[in-house]
T-cell receptor
Framework: SQQGEEDPQALSIQEGENATMNCSYKTSINNLQWYRQNSGRGLVHLILIRSNEREKHSGRLRVTLDTSKKSSSLLITASRAADTASYFCAEETSGSRLTFGEGTQLTVNP | DTEVTQTPKHLVMGMTNKKSLKCEQHMGHRAMYWYKQKAKKPPELMFVYSYEKLSINESVPSRFSPECPNSSLLNLHLHALQPEDSALYLC????????????FGPGTRLTVT
């Protein structure tokens, strides 16, 4: 499978700061999703943005999508120590396959 | 109930053993998935079941054999595994294939010795 790239690979910030993670993908998508994973656990769905949408908000999360650049970004505002986790973007393509990016490890220091 | 459960949480098996992983959901979802995740890597899709029928097999070796006995249950039968098969195996479900959000279980940590 053609996995997308995420940057940065690791991000360390202080509580209260904003965290921005970027994702690039390779194919035409139906939608792009963001998931969170605490160490060694299952993934939790955060937000989905469809290919005809450009921006979406959910609580402290803001996702943008640029289909011309095949890229997306996830912004977490006013971060908390509990936001410490790995964050993955996932492109859903025809055939309903989810292909995950390499992930960003976010550490929020109290 | 919005939970996907997986058993066992941890499994250690020898290369000649036969074991099974189990996944269960009671959300009425008709699509279920198996993923494999190696340490510090993203999950990789293995199998997709839609309405209890196998719809996607991502060229997974035959030592992994999936089974969907009913709409709530998904099994992964393991036989003659290799040490490189050690990984976190994640099950997920969604209302239908292509419905967007997938609900993941906590995973089974498999170690092959």
């Amino acid at each position: 499978s053609q996995q997308g790239e995420e940057d940065p690979q690791a991000l360390s910030i202080q509580e209260g700061e904003n965290a921005t993670m970027n994702c690039s993908y390779k194919t035409s998508i139906n939608n792009l999703q963001w998931y969170r994973q605490n160490s060694g656990r299952g993934l939790v769905h955060l937000i989905l943005i469809r290919s005809n949408e450009r921006e979406k908000h959910s609580g402290r999360l803001r996702v943008t999508l640029d289909t011309s650049k095949k890229s997306s970004s996830l912004l977490i505002t006013a971060s908390r120590a509990a936001d410490t986790a790995s964050y993955f973007c996932a492109e859903e393509t025809s055939g309903s396959r989810l292909t995950f990016g390499e992930g960003t490890q976010l550490t929020v220091n109290p | 109930d919005t939970e996907v459960t997986q058993t066992p949480k941890h499994l250690v098996m020898g290369m000649t053993n036969k074991k099974s992983l189990k996944c269960e959901q009671h959300m009425g979802h008709r699509a279920m998935y198996w993923y494999k995740q190696k340490a510090k890597k993203p999950p990789e899709l293995m199998f997709v079941y839609s309405y209890e029928k196998l719809s996607i097999n991502e060229s997974v070796p035959s030592r992994f054999s999936p089974e969907c006995p009913n709409s709530s249950l998904l099994n992964l039968h393991l036989h003659a595994l290799q040490p490189e098969d050690s990984a976190l195996y994640l099950c997920a479900s969604s209302p239908t294939v292509g419905a967007g959000e997938q609900y993941f279980g906590p995973g089974t940590r498999l170690t092959v010795t």
